[in-house]
């Protein structure tokens, strides 16, 4: 995959801007806990935060009985609702645990929009070819 | 419902046991705004007046304002409050980082806590689900490690604050800690919780918050964003934080030395944002949607002790822990930030109190005896560290401490109240006021006692002559209304303060969340007056008037002069800070005694304190006409 | 001669009169001056500058600037 989200955890102060504007780029809502990144705190030692984020391996992909996940003509893997068994069996195999289950147990996963590189301010998350 | 907030308060009675739901009442939500504004209409109306601040009548409210959650500068505040047990008046402390967030999420705007549980008890609030549970495996726990320990249980996406073992052990400047070294640290809210048994909130909130127009909001946010990222001042913030602020501190002669003995600390250079930098920083830590991230994380290791973690320190806990005991060096002035928020207690209070007994131990006032065989020198990280522990486990004369200033000063002896540096038993923020007149006047009439957050104006008493005492009174009005905005609605005022952000900008962020098309800033300049009446009347109320008796600092401040540094001489007499009370009132529609008056009680919609006040006589009368618009806005000399 | 660009935003700017973009301005000073000197050739009132940042680190007022020396100047925390 030539393009990628860059991720610099020394960067990250855990300000969530990257969570709060995903949920409101892809679901149109203020809520950052259905983003489809996660940052990992690790408090109080060493004091750091790790963003996860998708590098869209597919893995999640490979392990679809359905064939509901698959890529894009640039690499970017797309979840098909209307193929997705709920199974569930896809979730447990991303190595960066972040493909997000919605209510309908349908994954959600990033698709690259870039909103997260657009709001980081401190170079942590930066779109990169 | 009104978009913006959360939508749900909670009422918990610890005696009862229960935790009753009720949806926010839109009109309360609009004209108390949130965060403090609550706080203090609560406990007004709510608070026996004889009331025990540490029995079971008094609230603890806690509040996260409209801001918080938002895409928007800097949306993360949280705002706990009470009857503060330290100045007996009515109290409040805001806390960043991620609390007030969670609990927009879960859908609540304010939580009110009465009573006493019968044993440790901590609140998890999990959206709809909300628990009161069992604590005694967290009671006794520092601040980080009960925090820490609950993230496991309830887990790691639960947001929590919580009291250290000071706070359960009713030390009266305890404060409430989030976030592994962030706190609501002044008027000791923390003891309050303690008293009611209350170790913690947890809070889990998985809802989308309401929002009138999100998409006009994130047009506007991102603007700010991208404008303020330019700004010359962001980059200093989101290095160093506040800590860059110790050298002009020193520079400018204001910097508490030694108890405030003087305003100068030769050894600066070794405990300022550059060497926090250099030596010690991990991470910069950011508030929930903050891209300023003033925070600095830190890893200290000092030779003798174990490696420790703290946020910090910040320019106050630098100050008043840092030259105010005598500490030359940075990893000693984190050391100690660390002691007192492991152990749940203000690091400014404590800071104070700590020099404060150190003064009184090289003067021979305080004795190695009352120190269970101690010294308790400048500069030494032994004896602060048995100081701190005797402090919070309120051992021979810590438990003095303990009760405040005053009872401390009472036990100690010796005229050693002139060394107390506070105002109504708050401890003095980490700036001198004699060379600073207004600072002065500032400590003196703020609500919460000696804070610097109501009102801060060292650079407008240079500015305007440091030897001048006329003519700023109404201007420490003015900013004693508009700083309570960010503390009603819960935003930080850094990106107002510090990369020009305007008013208007924050105005329309909260209409463009609440739909409230009819927002002004003059609505939220008059609810900060109201509120600060509101304050004093209960203030007055509750401890007897006149009010003007209560507006007075230790005698160092009136009786001393600056012995050293770039300040040195600079004095004030009890006829200067008179002269500037009586002007304060005057500029506040106050009788000179420092009672409210009827007048501005009416023209505020305040009846109640009216009726109040006259019924104990403690209206004041005015001896000017009542100004029609109180305050002044100061804008820096130009050149 | 040596060549400083000196930023401030906030209370500084009206001090600064920037020429350079919004917050900036280009001075020329004399080799070995001090911040402080400089500041006040140019009627930027050193007491109002509350912390001073050259290439990322603080300074105090007496640095002496090198040629092309990127200088931030920050106000004191905003009180009024």
């Known amino acids: 995959m030539p393009v990628r989200i860059q991720v610099t955890p020394e960067a990250c102060t855990g300000c969530r801007l990257c969570r709060q504007i995903c949920t409101i780029e892809k679901f149109g809502e203020t809520n950052p806990r259905r983003s489809r990144l996660r940052i990992e705190a690790m408090f109080p030692a060493p004091g750091r935060y790790v963003p996860h984020v998708c590098d869209q391996c597919g893995d999640c992909a490979d392990a679809c009985p359905t064939g509901a996940i698959s890529p894009r003509d640039d690499g970017v893997y797309v979840v098909d609702d209307e193929l997705c068994s709920q199974c569930g069996a896809c979730f447990d195999v991303c190595p960066e645990e972040v493909l997000m289950k919605g209510d309908d147990d349908v994954p959600f996963k990033c698709d690259f929009c870039w909103a997260c590189t657009e709001v980081c301010n401190t170079g942590a998350l930066v779109r990169a070819e | ?639 | 001669m040596v060549t400083v660009l000196i930023k401030a935003g906030g209370s500084l700017t009206e001090y600064l009169k920037p020429d350079a973009d919004a917050y900036t301005r280009r001075v020329e000073a004399r080799a070995g001056e001090t911040l402080r000197q400089i500041l006040e050739s140019i009627a930027v009132p050193p007491g109002h500058v509350a912390a001073a940042s050259a290439n990322g680190s603080l300074v105090a007022l007496d640095y002496v600037p090198k040629d092309g020396d990127a200088i931030t100047l920050v106000p004191p925390v905003q009180g009024g």
Not at chain 2, 60 to 87: I, Q
Not at chain 2, 443 to 464: K, P
Not at chain 2, 548 to 573: C, I, M, W
Request: charged share 25%; net charge negative.
């Open chain 2, 1 to 639: 419902m009104v978009p913006g907030f959360g939508g749900n308060t909670l009422r918990i009675d610890l005696s009862g046991g229960t935790v009753t739901r009720a949806p926010l009442d839109p009109a309360f939500a609009r004209a108390w705004l949130g965060g403090r504004g609550y706080v203090d209409k609560i406990v007004y109306d709510e608070v026996p007046r004889g009331a025990d601040p540490l029995g079971p009548e008094n609230r603890l409210v806690v509040t996260p304002g409209v801001f918080s959650g938002h895409f928007a500068p800097s949306g993360s505040k949280c705002c706990f409050g009470a009857v503060s047990p330290l100045t007996n008046g009515p109290g409040d402390s805001t806390v960043g980082g991620h609390f007030g967030p969670e609990l927009k999420f879960a859908g609540y705007d304010l939580l009110v806590f009465e009573g006493i549980a019968a044993s440790p008890t901590y609140l998890f609030v999990d959206d709809d689900r909300v628990e009161l549970r069992d604590a005694s495996k967290y009671w006794g726990q520092g601040t980080m490690d009960a925090e820490r320990m609950l993230k496991e249980d309830l887990g790691e996406d639960v947001e929590v604050a919580c009291i250290g073992p000071a706070g359960e052990n009713l030390v009266t400047c305890a404060c409430i800690g989030h976030d592994y070294g962030r706190q609501a640290g002044r008027c000791g809210i923390g003891a309050v919780m303690g008293s009611k048994r209350l170790k913690a909130i947890a809070v889990r909130g998985t809802k989308a918050l309401p929002v009138h127009d999100l998409p006009a909001l994130k047009a506007s946010t991102l603007e700010i964003m991208k404008r303020t990222a330019q700004h010359p001042n962001m980059a200093p913030w989101q290095k160093f934080g506040t800590a860059m602020f110790i050298g002009w501190s020193n520079e400018h002669g204001v910097y508490p030395a030694h108890n405030f003995q003087t305003t100068y600390f030769e050894p600066y250079a070794g405990i300022d944002g550059q060497v926090l930098v250099d030596r010690l920083l991990v991470s910069d830590k950011a508030c929930f949607g903050c891209w300023m991230n003033c925070g600095k994380y830190s890893k200290v290791s000092l030779p003798g002790r174990d490696t420790v973690y703290v946020e910090g320190p910040e320019y106050e806990t630098g100050s008043l822990c840092g030259g105010n005991c005598g500490f030359e060096q940075i990893e000693q002035v984190a050391y100690v930030n660390w002691l007192f928020d492991r152990a749940g207690i203000d690091t400014m209070t404590g800071g104070g109190m700590a020099a404060f007994a150190m003064e009184c131990y090289e003067k021979g006032l305080v004795t190695r005896d009352q120190l269970e065989g101690h010294e308790m020198r400048w500069g030494s990280i032994e004896d602060l560290e048995h100081f701190v522990d005797m402090l919070t486990g309120r051992r021979g004369i810590g438990d003095a401490f303990a009760r405040g200033y005053a009872a401390a000063a009472a036990e100690i002896g010796g005229g050693a109240e002139r060394l107390t540096c506070q105002v109504k038993g708050q401890g003095m923020s980490g700036y001198d006021g004699r060379p600073s007149p207004a600072m002065l006047l500032s400590y003196m009439t703020a609500d919460i006692g000696a804070h610097h957050n109501r009102s801060w104006t060292i650079t407008m008493d240079e500015d305007l002559g440091r030897d001048v005492l006329t003519g700023k009174a109404k201007v420490v009005v003015h900013l004693q209304h508009i700083r309570p905005f960010f503390d009603t609605v819960s935003c930080c005022r850094l990106f107002w303060g510090e990369v020009d952000v305007s008013d208007e900008e924050h105005i329309e962020a909260i209409r463009q969340m609440t739909g409230w098309h009819d927002f002004t800033l003059e609505e939220t300049l008059l609810l900060s007056e109201r509120i600060w009446n509101l304050n004093r009347a209960h203030y007055i109320e509750r401890n007897g008037g006149p009010g003007r008796k209560h507006d007075y600092p230790n005698a160092r401040f009136y009786e001393e002069a600056v012995p050293t540094g770039p300040s040195q001489g600079a004095r004030l007499t009890l006829e200067d800070l008179d002269l500037m009370l009586d002007e304060y009132y005057v500029a506040r529609g106050w009788g000179n005694d420092g009672n409210p008056s009827r007048e501005v009680l009416l023209d505020l919609g305040l009846d109640a304190c009216v009726a109040n006040l006259e019924r104990e006589g403690l209206i004041g009368s005015l001896t000017a006409p009542l100004p029609p618009v109180r305050g002044e806005r100061y804008k820096p000399k130009a050149f």
